[in-house]
């Protein structure tokens, strides 16, 4: 019998002068980047709270604390390479992530295939198994306003077969 969890992650971050802007692991020329405690990249925040929580194991806050120095200007595609680590250690494995950046700038669709690519590579997973959708807020509330970036993300993950399991750790 396999079984199957899914979990769903947001963040959001203000914009702020004087720091690059990363989404999804992708530097984006823009001149504002997002204000945080590592590299503040809402798309993959989003993404390993919707991991941890689909696999039991808290949030991105538990595991990554904003208190905790190391952390500090961290690349989050390496945070979401150790939010894996875990899932895979709980004996999941990620069936499909898909996501939303909602942003009024920049646009998402020129950057988006490199964000799956990113994310398919920190995960572990083919980029089939990977989508990002970038959407608007149609100019209303703090989003619409361009004060910030929020996103979304939903991730399913499978109970990975025991043996399987082995066989992967012995490589």
Known sequence: ???????????SHRFREGRPLVLG??????????????????????????????????DIGSLFPDTDNAFRNAS????????????RRLGYGVGNIDAVVVAEEPRI?????????????????????????GKTNEGMGAIGGKEG?????????????SSARRAEAGK
Do not use: C
Request: hydrophobic share 50%; charged share 20%.
């Open 109 to 133: 669709l020129p950057h988006r295939e490199a964000m799956r690519r990113n994310l398919a590579k920190a995960l572990g997973v083919g980029e089939g198994s990977v989508f990002v959708k």
């Open 149 to 161: 970036i929020a996103a979304y993300a939903v991730a399913l993950l499978v109970k990975i077969d």
């Open 25 to 58: 692991g992708v530097a984006i020329p823009h001149p504002r980047g997002l204000d945080g405690h590592s590299d503040a990249d809402v798309l993959v925040h989003a993404v390993i709270d919707a991991l941890l929580g689909a696999a039991g194991a808290g």
């Open 76 to 87: 989050s595609i390496k945070l979401l390479e150790r939010a894996a680590e875990e899932v």
């Open 1 to 11: 019998m396999s079984m199957t969890r899914v979990g769903i992650g947001y963040d």
